[in-house]
């Protein structure tokens, strides 16, 4: 298998995985149009991806957060029985 091709803005030898054409700057030299077009889309898509992932991830952890949040009226109830357990035990 052949490592190089020809730059499809210059036309000049090119490493087949260059991501520039050391001669033209061009990108992606060594994919032809509809190949280069594709990986575009794939690498926006994977944008996307990791964007939702991070926001379901985020709603979890504030769901989860807001899930063992004590409320004031609550941490008084919880303080009030440990006293009232407390005393009775020492009774």
């Known amino acids: ?3 190089v091709t ?3 803005h210059c036309e000049k030898e090119v490493a087949i995985s260059a991501e520039k054409c050391p001669h033209c700057g061009g990108d992606s ?3 032809t149009k509809e190949q280069a077009d594709a990986a575009i ?3 926006q898509r994977g944008g996307c991806l990791v964007l939702v992932v991070g926001i379901v991830m985020l709603v979890v ?3 989860f957060a807001r899930s063992c949040w004590k409320t004031g009226d609550e941490l008084e109830r919880i303080g009030k029985d440990l006293m009232k357990s407390t005393e009775e035990m020492k009774k």
């Open 1 to 3: 298998m052949k490592n």
């Open 6 to 8: 020809h730059c499809r």
């Open 29 to 31: 030299p060594g994919l």
């Open 41 to 43: 889309a794939i690498q």
């Open 61 to 63: 952890i504030i769901m």
